[in-house]
């Protein structure tokens, strides 16, 4: 039967799996990035619109959805440490993400668009690039973990368990 709860749970779903699942594939494509430096450009672009036309937008949805379950099924917030531990994380992972990660690779983007094109030199990239890549990647092994943190909150419910 359909009612808000289940619109709210498909939407909230559906918007985490699209989100955040992109994202796990990222430390592939920099790998191929490192493997074939002549494809940066691409590479880090394909992840820079991935981030900023779906990642981001609908990290927005997340939490909207939720509110919207939270309120479906009258949870007592403050009683539900799980979840307001996993807002906490969320709201400083999406913080994280929107004014730090996609503005590093943005800047990563740019950088790498300016490069002369051809192959990079033979000392490797320029120090820019490096500083700029190894901090993409910090930043990405925080944003995943607080991913697979939230899910697993979302999912066990550590003190006290939903039934709808």
Same mark, same amino acid.
């Given at each position: 039967?359909?009612?808000?709860?289940?619109?709210?749970?498909?939407?909230?779903?559906?918007?985490?799996l699209?989100?955040f699942?992109?994202?796990?594939?990222?430390?592939?494509?920099?790998?191929l &990035?490192a493997?074939?430096?002549?494809?940066a450009?691409?590479?880090?672009?394909?992840?820079?619109? &991935?981030?900023t036309?779906?990642? &981001?937008?609908?990290a927005v949805v997340?939490?909207?959805?939720?509110?919207?379950?939270?309120?479906?099924?009258?949870?007592?917030?403050?009683?539900?440490?799980?979840?307001?531990?996993?807002?906490?994380?969320?709201?400083a992972m999406?913080?994280?993400?929107?004014?730090?990660?996609?503005?590093?690779?943005?800047?990563?983007?740019?950088v790498?668009?300016?490069?002369p094109?051809?192959p990079?030199?033979?000392?490797?990239?320029?120090p820019?690039?490096?500083?700029?890549?190894?901090?993409?990647?910090?930043?990405?092994?925080?944003?995943?973990?607080?991913?697979?943190?939230?899910?697993?909150?979302? &999912?066990?419910?550590?003190?006290?368990a939903?039934?709808?």
């Amino acid at each position: 039967m359909w009612n808000w709860f289940t619109f709210f749970l498909i939407v909230h779903i559906l918007a985490v799996l699209v989100a955040f699942g992109p994202s796990f594939g990222y430390p592939i494509i920099g790998a191929l &990035i490192a493997k074939h430096p002549q494809h940066a450009v691409f590479g880090t672009e394909v992840i820079e619109t &991935i981030a900023t036309r779906m990642t &981001i937008p609908l990290a927005v949805v997340v939490p909207l959805s939720g509110t919207g379950l939270i309120y479906n099924v009258h949870i007592d917030l403050w009683h539900s440490e799980w979840l307001v531990i996993s807002i906490v994380l969320y709201t400083a992972m999406f913080i994280y993400g929107v004014f730090v990660q996609t503005r590093t690779g943005a800047k990563l983007l740019h950088v790498l668009q300016s490069m002369p094109p051809g192959p990079p030199s033979e000392g490797g990239p320029p120090p820019e690039v490096a500083a700029l890549s190894r901090k993409l990647r910090l930043g990405g092994m925080y944003l995943t973990l607080s991913v697979v943190v939230i899910m697993v909150l979302m &999912i066990w419910r550590p003190g006290g368990a939903i039934t709808h």
